[in-house]
């Protein structure tokens, strides 16, 4: 059943339901239904219009991530790549480095941050700081020209998912370190797509929730990225605790 119709459907049951919760009920008419009834009716009525608030505030949660990852292609046309680039990234309250400039252009708790960055047109990005933004898949597409950008950091980023990570590879020449912990949506397939990263020698991947047997992947990790350095801390299970589990669960089948 589409969308259209499951709305349809429960509006006429609200509004059934209104009618017989408000029906006037008199002596010289059929009698009250019980208490538990009315109550029942009570607790519908508010069910469906919690139900109806929770939905629009998804919907909205939804059209705010897509505007604030909208792409910046208006400000590309006059200011370049590199410009929307980092007005992208200052929009979404994170930092970054230009290639060659010691300083970091950081937005504040408010979003507030120095214009001077407009100073340094065609001038491309090194570093990157997107930690515990809203930026996602489509967001990325911002950052596509960043063939300078050594270093990503996306630490506590709620939108980061394995798709996220497969588009990664458009820095597969130039990605040193990049920073994935604590990143909800992210699973042990997305972490696959990181073998195009040759050139990656700093990886975190600390405290991710969507992670099983974090000691199996860590090691198949270092085998598809050989030179490079893996921090996994906030697991509770060692390499040796699953081994010794698997070992276990292969003894008493052979009893």
């Given at each position: 059943m589409s969308a259209p119709l499951v709305s349809l459907r429960r509006c006429c049951e609200r509004s059934a339901l209104l009618l017989v919760a408000r029906r006037p009920w008199s002596s010289s008419s059929v009698s009250p239904p019980p208490l538990h009834t009315r109550?029942?009716?009570?607790?519908?009525?508010?069910?469906?219009?919690?139900?109806?608030?929770?939905?629009?505030?998804?919907?909205l949660r939804s059209r705010g991530l897509q505007k604030k990852n909208i792409y910046f292609g208006y400000t590309q046309k006059f200011y370049g790549a590199d410009i929307a680039a980092a007005y992208y990234i200052l929009s979404l309250k994170g930092?970054?480095?230009f290639v060659g400039q010691p300083a970091w252009f950081?937005?504040?708790?408010?979003?507030?941050?120095n214009w001077d960055f407009?100073?340094?047109k065609d001038t491309p990005l090194e570093e990157i700081d997107m930690s515990y933004t809203v930026i996602n898949y489509t967001g990325?597409?911002?950052l596509e020209n960043q063939r300078s950008l050594r270093s990503l950091s996306l630490r506590g980023c709620s939108e980061v998912d394995d798709?996220?990570?497969?588009?990664?590879h458009m820095f597969q020449d130039s990605l040193?370190?990049?920073?994935?912990?604590h990143c909800p949506r992210i699973t042990t397939g997305?972490?696959?797509?990181?073998?195009?990263?040759?050139?990656?020698?700093?990886?975190?991947?600390?405290?991710?929730?969507?992670?099983?047997?974090p000691g199996l992947v860590i090691i198949l990790l270092e085998e598809m990225l050989p030179q490079c350095q893996i921090t996994a801390t906030g697991y509770d299970h060692s390499l040796r605790q699953e081994e010794g589990e698997e070992k276990e669960e292969q003894m008493q089948a052979q009893r």
């Open positions: 109550l029942l009716l009570f607790l519908t009525q508010r069910f469906y219009d919690v139900e109806m608030l929770l939905s629009w505030r998804s919907k930092g970054f480095r950081r937005a504040d708790e408010r979003g507030r941050f407009l100073n340094h990325l597409g911002n798709w996220f990570l497969a588009r990664l040193e370190e990049l920073d994935i912990s997305g972490l696959a797509a990181l073998r195009n990263l040759k050139g990656l020698r700093r990886l975190d991947i600390s405290s991710l929730p969507g992670i099983s047997s």
